[in-house]
């Protein structure tokens, strides 16, 4: 037989740890709603508060009363003892065989609760006493003070009443006899009790009323957010992006209701571009999609009916359908291009981009799309921080752009100096009531509807020199010559950093 080994023994399973009271406290806070930690915190506070000021206040009464209780009995005069005192064992077997009266032999008057610790005799009451202090071990070293110093110490009645005891030694007796003078407490703890009791009650009422005033307070300071909370809710229900909520004062709920209204503003321009953006690519791919499928049908036709097109006819209509692709191709470019978000962080890493030799290039691919054109080039060093085929394609969309609208034969002035590069064309300009949407999507001029072209150009322009950190403006020539004249300024330096 095989030897083979045991399978090892699986862990034995340990039940789930249960959750510690602060872990349950901390789970409980977190799963109520906001107005309810708001109440609850409202109400801990003054809770805190409220205890932390009743408890001052009932050390500030205590002490105070029992200082006063100590400054009485330490200002009380001593007790005179007579001279045929019968002094016991203990206080009890003293109290027991009392007389009655409060008087002394020779008619002195005890004060307050006395009795007397006599060397070697043990305690000793006066006549008609009806209150015996409990004596404790540490008060025979009474015996060693001095004439006229006194202790004071908690004591207790032989009848368990709390007492303070000021003992005293009084040198005038034969054997040394410590005086014991005790003044009840019971009252001071009957009044502190009943003190406590006061503020507990004030206590709880404050809580409750502050936890009300909590849940009061929390409702008025939180309706902003519930309104914010109605709209985003609305909004998540209905798509209505573009809601907003009135805005009261500048404080912290302001400004989240500022942001929110800015931020629902953005989101519905956003989608009335997208909107925009997908009913103009729709339109301007219609045509050439149309066009497409009209010449690719008569092609079709005339293969099925047998009767082929002339050659002529038939390279023309591919001629077209090759141009039409073309067209196609770059409208999805530009499309892809304008997609981007309009944030620098979106496209590539900016890099340092020698701006005269872009523009060069640039110009050496305008001339093979407008070989009968005259182009005058002057640029200087200039290097900018950005992305360069975004960069390279801007200024190729600015020469194309002089190009459609050279006249045959013209001049197009190509300058860079200073960081300031202008495109000047002659032919026939832009009128000044269409300057503000040259560079909107798809904006074509009604005048240049005939010309290829989908209205991207610019926009890309816009957007590729907006990246940069630098401006683009189109308009009428400076000297008012015919023409139109562009212009961009990049930030940046002669010199690559």
């Given at each position: ?7 090892p023994?699986a862990p034995?399973?340990?039940p ?9 406290v ?8 906001l ?7 409202s109400?801990a506070a ?5 205890a932390?000021?009743a408890?001052a206040?009932?050390f500030?009464?205590?002490?105070q ?6 400054s009485?009995?330490a200002?009380?005069p001593?007790?005179?003892?007579g001279?045929?005192l ?18 002394s032999e020779?008619g002195?008057?005890?004060p307050?609760?006395?009795?007397f610790?006599?060397l070697g005799?043990?305690?000793?009451l006066p006549?008609?006493a ?11 070293a009474?015996f060693?003070?001095k ?8 004591g207790?009645y032989?009848?368990g009443d709390?007492?303070l005891v ?8 034969t054997?040394?006899v410590?005086?014991m003078v005790?003044?009840p ?10 003190l406590a ?5 004030v206590?709880t009422g404050g809580i409750l009323?502050?936890?009300i ?12 957010v519930?309104?914010l ?8 229900r209905t798509?209505?992006v573009?809601t907003t909520?009135?805005?009261h004062g500048?404080?912290?709920?302001a400004?989240l209701?500022t942001s929110f ?5 953005a ?5 009335e571009?997208?909107t925009?953006?997908?009913a103009?690519?729709?339109h301007?791919l219609?045509?050439?999609l ?7 049908d008569?092609l ?10 002339p050659?002529?006819t038939?390279t ?9 692709m073309q067209?196609l191709?770059?409208?999805?470019g530009d499309?892809l291009q304008l997609?981007r978000?309009?944030t620098p962080k979106s496209g590539p890493?900016p890099?340092v981009?020698?701006l005269?030799?872009l523009?060069?290039?640039a110009?050496?691919r305008?001339k093979?799309r407008?070989?009968g054109l005259v182009?005058e ?15 390279e394609r801007?200024v190729?969309n ?5 190009v459609k609208?050279?006249?045959p034969?013209g001049?197009?002035?190509?300058r860079?100096?200073?960081?300031v590069l202008t495109?000047r064309?002659h032919?026939?300009?832009?009128p ?5 949407y040259?560079f909107?999507?798809f904006?074509?001029s009604?005048?240049?509807r005939q010309?290829p072209g989908s209205?991207l ?7 590729s020199?907006?990246?940069?950190g630098?401006?683009v403006t189109?308009g009428?020539?400076a ?13 940046g330096?002669?010199?690559p950093?």
């Amino acid at each position: 037989m095989n030897n083979v080994p045991p399978p090892p023994l699986a862990p034995p399973l340990t039940p789930p740890r249960r959750p510690g009271r602060r872990q349950r406290v901390v789970h409980w806070y977190r799963s109520r709603s906001l107005r309810s930690r708001l109440t609850f915190l409202s109400a801990a506070a003054v809770a805190v508060a409220i205890a932390l000021s009743a408890l001052a206040c009932w050390f500030i009464v205590e002490k105070q009363l029992y200082d006063q209780v100590r400054s009485d009995l330490a200002g009380a005069p001593p007790g005179v003892a007579g001279r045929n005192l019968a002094c016991y064992d203990t206080p009890e077997h003293a109290l027991e065989r009392q007389p009655g009266g409060n008087m002394s032999e020779n008619g002195v008057a005890a004060p307050r609760d006395t009795q007397f610790l006599a060397l070697g005799r043990g305690v000793c009451l006066p006549p008609g006493a009806t209150k015996a202090i409990v004596v404790e071990p540490k008060d025979s070293a009474a015996f060693n003070l001095k004439p006229g110093q006194a202790v004071i110490r908690e004591g207790r009645y032989t009848n368990g009443d709390p007492a303070l005891v000021r003992l005293t030694m009084d040198p005038r007796y034969t054997v040394p006899v410590v005086v014991m003078v005790a003044a009840p407490t019971q009252p001071i703890e009957d009044s502190l009790q009943s003190l406590a009791f006061l503020l507990g009650s004030v206590a709880t009422g404050g809580i409750l009323l502050a936890a009300i005033a909590g849940r009061l307070v929390a409702r008025s300071a939180l309706k902003p957010v519930d309104r914010l909370t109605d709209a985003v809710e609305h909004i998540a229900r209905t798509e209505e992006v573009g809601t907003t909520i009135p805005v009261h004062g500048d404080d912290e709920i302001a400004r989240l209701s500022t942001s929110f209204n800015s931020m629902s503003t953005a989101l519905a321009n956003s989608r009335e571009r997208q909107t925009r953006l997908i009913a103009d690519a729709g339109h301007e791919l219609r045509t050439p999609l149309t066009s497409l499928r009209t010449n690719v049908d008569l092609l079709i036709r005339s293969n099925d009916t047998g009767r082929p097109l002339p050659a002529a006819t038939k390279t023309k209509l591919l001629g077209n359908m090759k141009a039409q692709m073309q067209e196609l191709t770059v409208l999805i470019g530009d499309l892809l291009q304008l997609s981007r978000p309009d944030t620098p962080k979106s496209g590539p890493a900016p890099t340092v981009v020698a701006l005269h030799e872009l523009a060069g290039r640039a110009v050496e691919r305008a001339k093979l799309r407008g070989p009968g054109l005259v182009f005058e080039t002057t640029t200087e060093p200039w290097y900018v921080h950005g992305d360069a085929a975004g960069l390279e394609r801007a200024v190729i969309n600015l020469l194309d752009n002089a190009v459609k609208y050279s006249p045959p034969g013209g001049t197009i002035d190509v300058r860079l100096r200073q960081g300031v590069l202008t495109v000047r064309d002659h032919g026939p300009g832009i009128p000044p009531d269409e300057l503000q949407y040259v560079f909107d999507r798809f904006w074509r001029s009604p005048s240049s509807r005939q010309l290829p072209g989908s209205g991207l150009g610019l926009s890309i322009v816009a957007q590729s020199v907006r990246e940069a950190g630098g401006e683009v403006t189109l308009g009428p020539a400076a000297d008012g010559g015919p023409g139109a004249l562009a212009t961009v300024r990049l930030p940046g330096g002669p010199a690559p950093e």
